[in-house]
C-alpha cells in the first residue's frame, strides 16, 4: 500500500486544515497537499530535516523539480516528465504560503518565506483569434445543432463567456438567481472572492431566450439534456462538455487560431 501521509514536513496536516477553513476549494487543498508532498519526498531522499533546509537545499530542490528523476507527489512513482517554470513557481508558492503559516502560528522556520526565489518564466502572449472569427464561434451553436435547446444553452454560454471574461469554472456553476434584471451576474470567483460581472444586451438577450424556453424550476442556469441524469437538480453542463463543444464548433468553422474557453476570455480583455 502507497504511504500518502507527508512526513518530514511540521505541522503540515494542520496547515492543510487551515487552508479547507479559508474557504479555497477541494482542488486548490489537493494542489497545495501535491506540493508539499513534492518537497517531502525530496527531503526523504537527501536525508535532510526540515530544520535543516537552507537556501542552497531550495536550490537543489529547484534542480530535482525540473528533473525526471523526482517522485511523483503521492504515488511515489519516477516521473514522466520534467516540471515547467510555471509549475515549480506554484509548488514554490505553495511553500512560501506553508512558512507564512508556520510563523503565523509561532512555529520556528528554517529559513524566511521570501528567501525563496521564484524561476524567471517567459511571457507569453496568448493568441486570439480575430474579433470575427470568435463571434463566429458564438454563433455557432444555433446553427450546427440539431436540438433547439442545446444550441440555444450552448449559445447563452459562449456570449456569456465573450462578454463578460469570466471562468469556464464560474460559468457552468452559475444558478439562475445569480443573474439580476439588470443583465449583471454575481459570482464567486478564485479565492471565493465575490463580485459583479456585466452582460451586454445581446449575451443577455440570449440568456434570456434559453430560459424561457426552460419548464423546469431547476436552479443551475445550464442543464444538461443527455445522459442518465439529464433534467436532474445536482447535475450541470461540465467544462470538458463545453471544452470539447468549442473545438468542434472551431474545426467545423475552419477556425486556425488555437481556441477554447480561456480563448474567449482573452477575447473579451482584447476586444
Known sequence: MIDRSIKLLKDADDFLLYIKTQNYSGETVYNYEQDLKQLDNFLEIEKVSFDNLSKQKINQFKVYLVSRDRKQPFTGLTAVRKLEAGSVNRVLSSLRTYLRY???????????????????????????????????????????????????????????????????????????????????????????????????????????????????????LWMPYRGPNAGKSTRRVSTNYLQAKIKEYRDKLRINVPTSAHSLRHGFATY
Open 102 to 220: 508556520l510563523i503565523e502560528m509561532d512555529k520556528s522556520v528554517p529559513l524566511a518565506p521570501d528567501a525563496i526565489k521564484l524561476l524567471k518564466t517567459d511571457k507569453k502572449h496568448p493568441q486570439v483569434a480575430e474579433l470575427s472569427q470568435l463571434i463566429l464561434l458564438v454563433e455557432s451553436p444555433t446553427r450546427l445543432e440539431k436540438d433547439e435547446m442545446i444550441g440555444l444553452r450552448n449559445r447563452a454560454m459562449l456570449e456569456v463567456l465573450l462578454a463578460s471574461g469570466m471562468r469556464i469554472s464560474e460559468l457552468v456553476s452559475l444558478n439562475k438567481n445569480q443573474l439580476d434584471g439588470t443583465g449583471r451576474l454575481f459570482i464567486k470567483g478564485k479565492g471565493r472572492k465575490e463580485r459583479f460581472v456585466y452582460l451586454t444586451d445581446r449575451a443577455r438577450q440570449w440568456v434570456e431566450l434559453y430560459l424561457s424556453k426552460r419548464s423546469d424550476s431547476l436552479p443551475a
